[in-house]
């Protein structure tokens, strides 16, 4: 191993170096298995799929390009020589012929500052690690009930990015002062910066929930609205969902919400074997509306695992529109009855109201949910002629809004710096 | 039992007759039938020791819409749901994978439309010839096959695929695109996608597509360990171009029970950076070997159906399942094009087309 380190050392002149000046240092070696660089053991396929000269990383995509047809990672393949080590990047031949660099550090491998440390101190928020969320009960802390201003958030690219951290660790996040002359496009793509794209569904883009008699949904009703995940009929439940509430008279109507992740990190306490049985059983759901022409049905368990660390990832679920009957045709009594008793604990937990946040909404105010995560519902109101209860609601991909807090600003071109190796 | 039973009451003051769905969410544990009255057409009248009287459905015809609704065919239903029991599974291009539906056919015939669907939800794919060739076009036949709405991603609703100088995604530039399924660092990847052909007048750039159903149950049957990491190893993945960030870390396989559900597989954005820190080397060695093993049937000539595909074909994939991907062409030289448009739709809204009463 150290006579092919030499022997790719004295190459270095010829080959690699460029009359540039070469360290010679223990940060890179190349072993059976790959190479350990910087104390990491990598794997010769690893170092050519993470090769990032111009012809392996396209400089405008970040993405890989002209991948053989077979082979496309190359199998085979192993890293031979070890060329120049700067603070980024150290370059590589490997058996293939291929001549390139891979990156030491995140700003190698990501692009500069501040691409780099968002990267590194920002994946873990996006990809929901319960490790970066805080769990919460009723107002306890209080900072998730925090209510922010709408002109602060919007002042600056960090302040919004900022508001949605916080959203993405208590599931939800407030802003009061929301001018009401703006539309929702408006407000999120142009005022916070976040991707035009909202998640289209069978309602509207931007759905105005007011009261309606014979409502197709019971949204549009003025009874109680238990606690709920919203759309759990669908194949994949739309994740992030904002509310403006534009005009709140009635008498009644407060809003309410619940995390169930503290719900379920509770039972994991307390009735473990409860939570196996939410997480293994899935339930079917249903939603026919008549005269609309929408037939959508799907099956999900309540509660969904993150496979690397065991995280709380996702959490389904809505009383009304849980297909009782097919779910009487999928199992047999046993398993049901083993559903049933589970699932009632945890709803009991879901409709105490001590932990629930509640708060009768106003006009102007904006609230940003996780529907993976917490629980929304309303009290009963009374209508009466004069009287509004009006709120607009829209749906987002996570990934759009995730990448409002991850990328560089609109414009702003960030090129690896393998030109400076 | 109980609980049951109370929980599918059909009875107006029950069960919304107008959204078809219960009106109360109360907590029935400790409910008990008192008296059963009797079987009337597709409901049997109940009391319970509450003192409520009503009707429990005994028939799918009962329990859904508050009368005799027609229900979809267990078939569809059940291909709508993703059962690998009605999905065909294909390691060739036979006849029946690569059968053409013509536009007006389908575009004419509601029952014919949903016989498309289902054929596009047994095999991963199906091609439709002779639709309309202008551009912007498939957003005109999605509106005619009410397959609506699409999804809003990154690209657009309609994503433009032509020769980019300066490609800020691998699609629009001019070589080859090695199997792939689509944005599998978005959190929710998009399950299907429309793939129409504007022009395609160009040398070379053959688009072919593979199975990687079938390759991963070859998989599950020959090297059972290799499919347990395929299944439990998440992959990172991150989309890092100008203006936007996307990453997300997902097993490349991924169950419903028993039946394989999603297979996520790009390889030209996995981050491997990121897989460095989730894992130690001796697990990744092992899954690196799992995945060439998948990436040596998805890459295999003979498993892949391979069409240079004509204006006016349109071909509906299912991303969840069937890995797509393109031969270089060549660009400049006399002129013409190759242009293509993709749309791409959520499970649900394809599902809702074919198991919808008219």
Known sequence: MLGRLGASLNALSTRFSKNLQVR?????????????????????????????????????????????FQGSNFPDVRAEEIGRVSDNFVSVRWSDGHEGLIARTFRGDYGPEPLA???????????????????????????????????????????????????????????????????????????????????????????????????????????????????????????????????????????????????????????????????????????????????????????????????????????????????TRMYPEETRSTWWEAYLHYRGLIEDPARWYERKLLGGEFVVLDNWRVYHGRKEFTWKEGQERVVATSYMDWNHMASRIMSTEVGDHVFLEIDQH | AVVSTQSTGRCSDCFGGTSNQPLHTNDYTNIKISHVEGIKDHFLSV?????????????????????????????????????????????????????RFEYSDVADDSDKLKEFLAHFMQYGLAFLFNTPQEPDDLLKILYNLKITPYWDNMFGILSKVSFQRDPTNQAFNNQRLAAHTDM??????????????VANELDGGESFWSDTFSAVKHIRDTEPDKYDLLTT??????????????????PTVELMGDDIYRVRDCCFVIDTYQFLRDYDAETRERWWQAYRTLRLLMEDPARTVQQKLGAGDLVLIDNWRVQHGRNAFSVGGAGGRRAMEVAYIEWSHVQNRLLKME
């Open chain 1, 24 to 68: 010679t240092n223990s940060t890179a070696q190349l072993t059976e298995s790959g190479m350990l660089l910087d104390g990491r053991q990598l794997l010769h396929v690893e170092t050519r799929n993470m090769c990032r000269c111009e012809k392996c990383l396209g400089k405008h995509s970040h993405t890989r390009p002209n991948l053989p």
């Open chain 1, 117 to 327: 440390s968002r990267v590194e101190n920002l994946t873990d928020i996006i990809r929901r690690r319960n490790s970066e969320q805080i769990f919460w009960t009723g107002s306890n802390p209080e900072e998730q009930t925090k209510f922010w201003d709408w002109n602060w958030v919007v002042e600056s690219s960090d302040n919004t990015r900022e508001f949605l951290i916080h959203y993405i660790r208590y599931g939800i996040g407030f802003i009061k002062n929301i001018p009401t002359d703006l539309s929702m496009e408006e407000i999120l793509h142009d005022k916070m910066g976040i991707v035009r794209a909202l998640r289209k569904t069978v309602f509207p883009d931007v759905d105005i929930v007011r009261y309606k008699n014979n409502p197709t949904n019971s949204g549009y009703g003025s009874g109680v609205l238990p606690g709920h995940i919203d759309l759990c009929y669908y194949n994949q439940l739309p994740h992030v969902q904002y509310f403006i509430s534009l005009e709140n008279t009635v008498d009644g109507g407060e809003s309410f919400w619940v995390d169930a992740f503290s719900v379920i990190k509770e039972m994991q306490e307390t009735v473990p074997e409860y939570v196996e049985v939410l997480s293994r059983i899935p339930v079917p759901y249903r939603y026919t509306p008549p005269g609309t022409g929408t037939f959508q049905t799907t099956i999900h368990p309540i509660v969904n695992f993150e496979k690397l660390h065991g995280d709380i990832y996702q959490v389904i679920e809505n009383p009304w529109n849980s297909d009782i009957p097919m779910f």
């Open chain 2, 47 to 99: 009391s319970w020791d509450d003192g409520h009287s009503g009707i429990v459905p005994i028939s799918e015809t009962g329990a859904y819409g508050n009368g005799y609704k027609r229900t979809p065919s267990s078939r569809y239903y059940d291909l709508s749901l993703r059962k690998n029991a009605v999905q065909t599974f294909w390691d060739t291009p036979t006849n029946e994978v690569i059968k």
């Open chain 2, 184 to 197: 599998p660092y978005y959190t929710q990847t998009p399950s299907a996608y429309f793939f129409h052909c």
């Open chain 2, 233 to 250: 190893i998440l992959v990172p993945f991150r989309q890092y171009p100008k203006e936007w960030h996307m990453a997300g870390r997902y």
